[in-house]
């Protein structure tokens, strides 16, 4: 038994290494399902960005244009591939072996990358990429180390670059100035792209929003269905205790 603790005490931190890091700070992600204006937008954003390497191999464009509300004629028009049909599976044409040879390793089918990292975690990872010279595809990311993915968002980011620079720490209570401090391994923008920071955080939050819905489309009409299965428990519970109460009775 006391080998067996010794080898969890050991494993925890590789664990803590797989789930993506959990010493970096991640941002918060406010996820909204019922947002279906930014489930849209994420979408869209996926298919023009992200689908040329990364598949949603279990999930089916008619699927998407009926929870997300996209008119299938539009659907087809705008984010179907011409040589798909909208009753398919969310594939792409990059064959394995040469995503393994262009970029290391397979880029991976993303469908439930939002179960597997979080919402917070790709949130965070896709507005932390920084200028690398080091790297095969010039980035890294301060969340994902060495990462082997190209920054496809580069252009509407800017260069984001990590260094010393001045940080917002608090505010003067007197002059309600805000007070900065000089700090390294600072992510920063050294060139602003065709988006404001604001708007760049705003398209990333629609891109994992809509990665969140695909991993898991259901999960709307789950939280529906169990309010109602709550309801009917409280209702039900009555003439069960009734009955429990009837049948113990005359049992002394």
Excluded at 168 to 195: C, N
Aim: charged letters at 25%; one cysteine or more.
């Amino acid at each position: 038994m006391k080998k067996l603790f010794i080898f969890l005490a050991a494993m925890v931190p590789a664990i803590a290494a797989a789930a993506g890091g959990s010493h970096i700070h991640l941002d918060e992600h406010k996820t909204d399902l019922h947002d279906k204006a930014s489930l849209q937008r994420g979408a869209k954003v996926y298919m023009n960005y992200c689908m040329g390497c990364h598949s949603l191999e279990h999930a089916r464009y008619n699927r998407v244009a009926r929870d997300l509300d996209i008119p299938e004629e539009l659907m087809m028009e705008n984010l179907v591939f011409p040589d798909k049909k909208i009753g398919e599976l969310m594939s792409n044409a990059m064959r394995k072996e040469d995503g393994k040879a262009w970029f290391g390793a397979t880029p991976p089918d993303l469908t439930l990358v939002a179960r597997v990292r979080r919402p917070d975690w790709l949130y965070t990872y896709l507005r932390s990429f920084y200028e690398d010279p080091s790297r095969p595809w010039g980035v890294n990311n301060a969340v994902f180390k060495d990462v082997g993915m190209p920054h496809v968002l580069a252009d509407l980011q800017g260069r984001q670059v990590k260094g010393t620079a001045q940080v917002a720490v608090g505010h003067d209570t007197l002059t309600g100035q805000e007070i900065t401090e000089e700090k390294e391994g600072v992510l920063y923008l050294a060139e602003e792209g065709s988006l404001s920071t604001a708007e760049y955080d705003k398209l990333v939050f629609d891109l994992v929003n809509f990665l969140t819905y695909v991993a898991e489309p259901i999960a709307v009409e789950r939280q529906r269905i169990g309010w109602w299965v709550l309801l009917f428990l409280a209702i039900f519970f009555v003439p069960v205790y009734m009955l429990n109460k009837e049948m113990w009775r005359d049992i002394k």
